[in-house]
């Protein structure tokens, strides 16, 4: 399985692992929802119990505890069951 990790605010973790957004404001769910549409490369597989603050990630600029989040790659596959490559 291919993946690609991120450094993301740790409070993301239950919104992008189970989909659970109890105790983040709806700010906060649309802000996670709106980076995994746009950047994520498949489903998050697994976060590291990594926290530390940090001033900045792979979200963007602002300071909060953030973590390494494992997502699966999911590369298009044509009908003939060739991977399409992205370059």
Request: with cysteine.
């Amino acid at each position: 399985m291919k993946t690609e990790e991120f450094r993301l605010p740790a409070y993301w973790a239950s919104c992008l692992l189970y989909g659970d957004t109890t105790g983040m404001t709806d700010d906060e769910a649309d802000e996670a929802s709106a980076w995994e549409v746009v950047c994520a490369p498949g489903p998050c597989v697994g976060v590291a119990d990594d926290a530390d603050f940090t001033l900045s990630g792979d979200d963007g600029p602002g300071g909060c505890e953030r973590c390494t989040f494992t997502f699966q790659v999911i590369e298009p596959v044509l009908s003939d069951g060739e991977v399409m490559a992205f370059i």
